[in-house]
């Protein structure tokens, strides 16, 4: 593969990244409103106690993946500033 494929693919990946970081944001914040919504945590108390942990991690989660989002789109950007000045001088 030359150097243009394999921007390519890079830039394929990270959209996948981007993807999931989105996906897991909303997958952890859908969840929080199913358990409270179903009130799972009473139900069954044991698995209250790993809820009640996740649900103090949901905002380390965020951070997380707001970071990642963040650091995906400026590598992209670079990688979209790069291109033309490669191909074009």
């Known amino acids: 593969m030359d150097g243009l494929h394999k921007l390519a693919v890079s ?3 990270l959209k996948s ?3 999931t970081a989105f996906v897991n944001i909303i997958f952890v914040y859908y969840g929080d409103i199913l358990f409270n919504k179903y009130n799972i945590g009473e139900k069954y108390p044991n ?3 790993i809820i009640k942990l996740r649900q103090k991690y949901t905002k380390y989660y965020f951070i997380l993946n707001c970071l990642l989002i963040f650091g ?3 590598v992209e950007v670079v990688f979209s500033i790069c291109i033309p000045s490669i191909f074009y001088i």
Request: aromatic share 16%; hydrophobic share 85%; no cysteine.
């Open 47 to 49: 698995i209250g106690k």
């Open 11 to 13: 830039l394929l990946f």
């Open 17 to 19: 990244v981007l993807f």
């Open 72 to 74: 995906v789109i400026l």
